[in-house]
């Protein structure tokens, strides 16, 4: 028996060892190949395809087992670079955004909206055509010289909402309730589990905020079709581009036409022969080509772009998550660096844990003390994603940034009425009053909930010390505009949150003005660690549990699975704005 097992276990290994042979080589040929050189031919157009561009920052990531430096170029601001590298490639006649998804928020939308903008300023062409545009994917597309549809396509046009799920019923129905201590009467993150609906504040806030957003939504496209904005509003209202029909007669779009078509018009434009095809690049390839060609490395002057992106956690931190960890070193590394400049801080993030805010924001403060810090706010800057940023010597936010949020919360589940109907009971022993920690099977002792409530306020009269003194404003002033109120970015200027309303461009810009340099070149930060399991799921070879789960379930209930999984994930005193906003 012995022997077989030898044999068995002898057999196995050689197994795993040449698979692991087999993609390390795999991996090695990704690498070579990444390095190929894409050159632009002649007379091409750019296929604007956004469906892996996720991130403001795409990441740089060391695999260590390989001693690989991996800096890939499909983050937002790679794609909007290599637009501008593009305004003046003459080997790019035009930009073709067909059937285009994004996952982009609102606020990454209109950053890429306005590289395009720009890039129509040489002349060139920017063309869409979909079989659906959705209202996010028509305010990008709407920047467009000519819009398609097809005949039988269907375009999305009726102003924002948004919904909430409450859950007070149910805990009361089935014993499973969340305990909940929080400071701010428009936290609204724990509405759910203490209301059946919407109080009124956070009605209030919500409208004001969908309003502010679509305001800021259809203006662009009132400027780009040259629709007035009362005549969008009343097409929202009416659902009057419900149709292609519909959609052509209300300006909204020009054309509408098969795929075909679309693609003969293009080839008319840049003058190719219908029977032949014309050049394509996509957009990552001609990021990853040419987009770092305008560096001018022999520029000594450098601004460090250090991007905070997702939600905010303890630990290192990854692409989509922001820990301490790659924060310091960032940091650290940006301030030290004699060469570099200035700061400039990328948010995009709801917030999370408030001692990792508390920790960034430290790091911040010791660098602001040896040069300037300017922030640029993305999507979201919200509660603990403003703590990080209310220090800065200068705001910069977008008119669709949701910020504010400034307030804390903790929640604890507890099961012990569900555990008691079927007639499972805890008892305790302990040596002192205090002694037992919080147990979600026994009901909420008053003094934890005493100390806890303490806690809560500490670290919210720490968040309004933080804001009232990078602000330049009293407590009881930010004690005012706080209370967890979220606002847009052209609200929060009104109430001194943000000073102005740009893009990372112009927080670059404040921040060589502040420095008082003229030529300069940006290196992006924080860098990540990577394992060959990463590696291995990254080739579809070893997928994640998460990746697997995904696949089963499908994107929207795996999107309910990680909220669930974020709930049970947080630690301590979260500065969160909990609930996401989603936009429809």
């Keep these: 028996m012995n022997f077989l097992k030898n044999v068995l276990a002898t057999i196995v290994g050689l197994f795993l060892f040449f698979m692991i042979c087999f993609f390390a080589l795999l991996f090695i040929s990704a690498i070579a190949g990444s390095s190929d050189e894409v050159k632009v ?19 740089k990531t060391n695999y260590k087992e390989f001693n690989y430096f991996a800096n890939p170029h499909n983050g937002l601001f790679d794609i909007i670079k290599a637009l501008k590298y593009a305004k003046t490639d003459n080997n790019v006649k035009g930009i073709s955004i067909l059937n285009n998804n994004t996952s982009l928020g609102i606020a990454q939308t209109k950053a890429l909206r306005n590289a395009l903008e720009d890039f129509k300023k040489s002349g060139k062409f920017v063309y869409s055509y979909s079989n659906i545009y959705t209202q996010k994917s028509y305010y ?39 305990e909940v201590i929080r400071h701010g009467k428009y936290k609204s ?3 759910p589990f203490l209301e059946n609906k919407m109080s009124d504040a956070n009605k209030i806030q919500t409208s004001e905020l969908l309003q502010a957003i679509w305001n800021a939504v259809v203006t662009d496209i009132s400027k780009s079709r040259k629709i007035p904005v009362e005549t969008l509003n009343d097409i929202a209202n009416n659902l009057n581009g419900r149709t292609p029909q519909l959609a052509l007669q209300n300006h909204l779009i020009d054309k509408i036409a098969y795929e075909d078509v679309y693609h003969n018009d293009i080839k008319k434009l840049i003058k190719v022969a219908e029977d032949k095809d014309y050049e394509t690049i996509k957009i990552e390839e001609y990021s990853k ?6 560096t001018d ?19 290192e931190g990854d692409v989509n998550v922001i820990g301490e960890g790659a924060m310091h070193k960032a940091l650290k590394e940006a301030r030290e660096d004699k060469n570099v400049k200035a700061v400039v801080l990328r948010v995009d993030s709801p917030g999370g844990s408030a001692l990792t805010s508390e920790l960034i924001w430290r790091e911040i403060e010791l660098t602001k003390k040896i040069k300037p810090v300017v922030v640029s706010m993305g999507n979201y800057a919200a509660s603990g994603g403003y703590y990080i940023s209310c220090n800065a010597n200068t705001i910069f936010a977008e008119s669709t940034t949701i910020t504010g949020s400034i307030g804390v919360f903790g929640m604890l589940p507890n099961f012990s009425e569900a555990t008691s109907r079927i007639g499972i009971h805890v008892d305790q022993v302990k040596t002192h009053n205090n002694a037992s920690s919080y147990s ?19 670290v919210y009269q720490t968040f309004l010390t933080r804001v009232a003194a990078g602000r330049k404003m009293t407590v009881e002033q930010v004690d005012a505009i706080a209370q967890g109120r979220v606002w847009s970015g052209e609200e929060a200027i009104k109430i001194g949150l943000v000073d102005k309303i740009g893009g990372l461009q112009d927080a670059l810009q404040e921040a060589a003005k502040l420095a008082k340099i003229k030529a300069y070149r940006t290196v992006d930060y924080p860098e990540y660690e990577k394992s060959f399991e990463d590696v291995l799921a990254a080739f579809g070879l070893a997928q994640s549990k998460e990746n697997l789960i995904k696949q089963e379930i499908g994107e929207d209930n795996y999107f309910i699975l990680q909220k669930i999984k974020q709930l049970s994930m947080q630690k301590g005193i979260q500065a969160r704005m909990e609930y996401q906003l989603i936009i429809n």
């Design 189 to 191: 993150a724990v509405e």
């Design 140 to 178: 990008l597309n709407s920047v467009a010289n000519k819009l398609y549809i097809n005949p039988v396509g269907q375009l999305d046009f009726k102003g924002f909402s948004a919904e909430y799920m409450f859950f007070k019923d149910f805990q009361e129905k089935t014993g499973l309730k969340m």
């Design 41 to 59: 031919k002649e007379n091409s157009v750019i296929e604007l395809d956004l469906a892996k561009v996720q991130f403001d920052y795409a990441g």
């Design 297 to 315: 490395l022999s520029t000594k002057d450098k601004i460090a772009i250090v991007y905070a992106q997702g939600e905010i956690m303890g630990g």
């Design 289 to 294: 080509s040419v987009a770092t060609q305008n």
């Design 440 to 458: 979600p099977f026994r009901p909420l002792d008053d003094n934890f909930k005493q100390f806890t409530t303490e806690g809560i306020e500490n």
